[in-house]
């Protein structure tokens, strides 16, 4: 084994092979740590290995359902949540949905995993982006489907939230971007995750004239907001493109575009 790639296959293909999958879990902080050492071997391993891999730990694990749920949140520590080593959805969907299938755990531990494998099923990069409804300023309703444009950028952001603000403000001030959205290019929806209440109504007039401005509080239910803010890029099909997308990284493609 010459390469890192087959370092790493190999580990991640064995690296459960000698451990007690029925004890391990009795120490649920040495388990988290082989967990995270599991994972960083995944970061140079090929795609097929990883998920035979991962496939193999959750049929093995399986057997314990109550071990399944505490593998699941491991999981969600190492992949998903705010402490992650790195964030995959690809890959912590194989757990959530392990949870769910996992006939022996009541419907109160899989809400949880429920809820996670919706929102990220949703919002994969590929997928078709789900429907739904918004506010306006002025009262209107306005269905997601009806917004058409080469390109959309969908601006998740709270009227409480510093980064958004800033967030807002920089693209707002784009000239390049600005462009792009007056040739009717690209469309910029910001969209709040609340209700439209009076106080988002009066912050939001100072938001740019040009973007499609609307509330949500169900969007929570339906996609997957850990970022604040939260930007994805999507085609003229409503499928995502790209997600978690950074300010930087909007203005830089569309520096590079040319007017």
């Known amino acids: 084994l010459t390469s890192l790639s087959q370092r790493a296959n190999f580990v991640v293909e064995h690296f459960w092979d000698r451990c007690n999958l029925k004890s391990a879990f009795s120490s649920r902080d040495k388990m988290e740590t082989a967990f995270r050492d599991y994972v960083t071997y995944m970061q140079f391993a090929s795609k097929d290995t990883t998920i035979l891999s991962i496939n193999n730990l959750i049929k093995e694990v399986q057997k314990k359902p109550k071990n399944m749920l505490t593998l699941a949140q491991i999981a969600e520590n190492t992949l998903y949540g705010d402490s992650a080593l790195f964030w995959s959805d690809e890959l912590y969907l194989y757990f959530t949905k392990a949870v769910v299938n996992t006939k022996k755990l009541s419907k109160t531990d899989k809400a949880r995993y429920e809820h996670h494998t919706q929102i990220l099923t949703n919002s994969m990069i590929g997928s078709k982006l789900p429907n739904f409804e918004f506010e306006t300023i002025d009262g209107n309703k306005l269905q997601f489907d009806s917004i058409n444009a ?110």
Request: hydrophobic residues 40%; glycine residues 6%.
């Open 150 to 259: 080469p390109a959309i950028i969908l601006f998740f952001n709270d009227i409480d939230c510093t980064d958004c603000s800033l967030a807002k403000v920089r693209m707002a001030t784009d000239i390049n971007l600005n462009k792009l959205i007056d040739r009717g290019v690209i469309k910029i929806v910001s969209i709040y995750p609340g209700k439209a209440t009076n106080e988002w109504k009066n912050e939001a007039q100072g938001y740019p004239k040009n973007w499609v401005i609307g509330a949500c509080d169900e969007i929570y239910d339906m996609f997957d907001l850990r970022a604040t803010p939260t930007i994805y890029q999507i085609d003229d099909k409503h499928s995502i493109i790209a997600k978690n997308l950074t300010v930087d990284g909007i203005l830089s493609v569309v520096g590079g575009i040319n007017l």
